[in-house]
């Protein structure tokens, strides 16, 4: 429990602000510390240049002895051009100070700060001297200390508030993304209409529900087709096992009404439409998981050519080709082929008379039209005629071999190779297909 504690957002995101608060309140801290001890010190230099001013006009006029008399809160000396210790005041005997300015020395636990001046000239002589004066560090230093140890003091106390602080506001923030994981472990197979409570605030959080609710709405119509996808087909692979089953027991119950003939054609017959009905499934199975596949250059006006030879070699129908150009596109031959075929074998299904095939290209797409003369499709069914196991005229499609997967793979062909499929109204009355695909570069 602790360790998944220590693993929550909430858990992490506080320590950061906990870890961020030390630093910047330590970095701060010590900022404040090294501007304020900087801006004292530079206090007590001024003070210092002031009174060494002030103390060299006096010794150049009255003398050294203005020094020995000096008894003020400041070190003093007067050195000579060597060194020496010339006059001193109160607290400054000893060893000489050193003449660099800025210089700090301790005399007595006291740190003083050193500023210096020559002096050309001594009681109105041509005396040279070096005159030193130190300004007491004592109080700068008291109130560094001061301030160290509040801000060593106020420190921990505003990390611990914050913490605190962001320990609510995060978890007040995050209230909702519980309430719906909550929601969202409650989904399950059985209940994929439930959906997850959003807060309507229009934030980040809002919108995670929006998204998470459309996907809850997209599994939920997905499972749908599924299910109906699973349906149709064992529907559809009962029938044929159902017209061989039911052929073997007339033959076997009446056999002077049947031949082996009859009863070999029925199981070839209905044999190869379920294997055509297996196939089609798992062509749209490998396009559903895996896409194309490789892709390769293909001449689609050849492919075009050899179907509508195939057609007119059945007899029945009428095709003419006189529309097709020569086009190329990069994509999978295979299953243009069948995207082909499938559309060809519709029209042939449904004309009367005639099937017109058509092949234009630009310089970007391929647009390939086949158009029959048959009944057409009504603009209510003109989207719903690509979906699986669709058929708008039930019993001749079953009849003449269709199992209503003809468009539905045709369409997904196109979309795997980046193209569109549509139909509308051809110029003789029946349905037009009509197949866009990026032309090869």
Do not use: C, K, Y
């Not at 103390?55 to 050294?64: I, T």
């Not at 195939?310 to 029945?316: F, K, N, P, T, Y």
């Not at 190329?328 to 069948?338: I, N, P, Y």
């Amino acid at each position: 429990m602790r360790d998944a504690r220590r693993r929550s957002i909430r858990f992490r995101a506080t320590a950061a602000v906990v870890v961020i608060a030390l630093v910047l309140g330590g970095a701060g801290s010590v900022a404040f510390i090294a501007v304020l001890e900087h801006s004292l010190v530079d206090g007590v230099q001024n003070n210092a240049e002031t009174s060494l001013e002030t103390l060299a006009g006096r010794v150049e006029a009255e003398g050294d002895s203005v020094v020995d008399a000096h008894d003020d809160d400041i070190l003093v000396q007067l050195q000579d051009d060597d060194g020496a210790v010339v006059a001193h005041g109160d607290d400054a005997g000893g060893a000489p100070l050193p003449q660099h300015d800025g210089s700090i020395v301790t005399r007595d636990d006291e740190r003083w700060l050193l500023v210096s001046d020559d002096l050309d000239e001594i009681g109105g002589s041509d005396r040279e001297a070096v005159l030193v004066v130190g300004g007491s560090l004592d109080d700068a230093d008291d109130a560094v200390a001061t301030v160290r140890s509040l801000l060593l003091g106020a420190l921990p106390i505003l990390v611990v508030l914050m913490g605190v602080l962001a320990w609510i506001v995060v978890g007040r923030a995050l209230r909702p993304v519980e309430r719906m994981r909550v929601d969202a472990e409650s989904v399950r197979a059985t209940n994929l209409h439930a959906r997850i409570d959003e807060p309507g605030t229009g934030d980040e959080i809002d919108r995670l529900a929006r998204t998470l609710n459309g996907m809850l709405a997209r599994l939920e119509d997905s499972q749908r087709a599924q299910q109906q996808f699973v349906s149709d087909a064992s529907h559809e692979l009962r029938s044929p096992l159902a017209t061989i089953r039911q052929h073997a027991e007339l033959a076997r119950l009446h056999p002077q009404t049947t031949s082996l003939a009859e009863l070999s054609d029925v199981v070839l017959s209905e044999s190869d439409r379920q294997n055509d009905l297996v196939e089609s499934l798992l062509v749209l199975t490998r396009l559903d998981e895996n896409g194309p596949g490789s892709l390769a250059p293909v001449d689609l006006d050849d492919l075009l050519l050899a179907q509508a030879a195939r057609v007119r070699a059945l007899g029945g129908v009428v095709v003419t080709t006189t529309g097709i150009g020569p086009a190329r596109v990069s994509g999978d031959e295979r299953l243009l082929t069948t995207l082909i075929r499938n559309l060809v074998d519709n029209a042939a299904r449904h004309a009367e008379h005639t099937v017109d095939l058509h092949l234009s290209s630009t310089d970007a797409a391929v647009t390939l039209a086949v158009d029959d003369d048959g009944p057409g499709i009504a603009p209510a069914d003109r989207e719903r005629v690509f979906d699986r196991f669709v058929r708008l005229d039930e019993g001749r499609d079953r009849d003449s071999g269709g199992s209503g997967l003809g468009l539905a793979i045709a369409r997904a062909v196109a979309r795997a190779h980046g193209g569109t499929i549509s139909v509308t109204s051809a110029e003789s009355g029946g349905a037009s297909f009509a197949v866009t695909l990026p032309a090869a570069a």
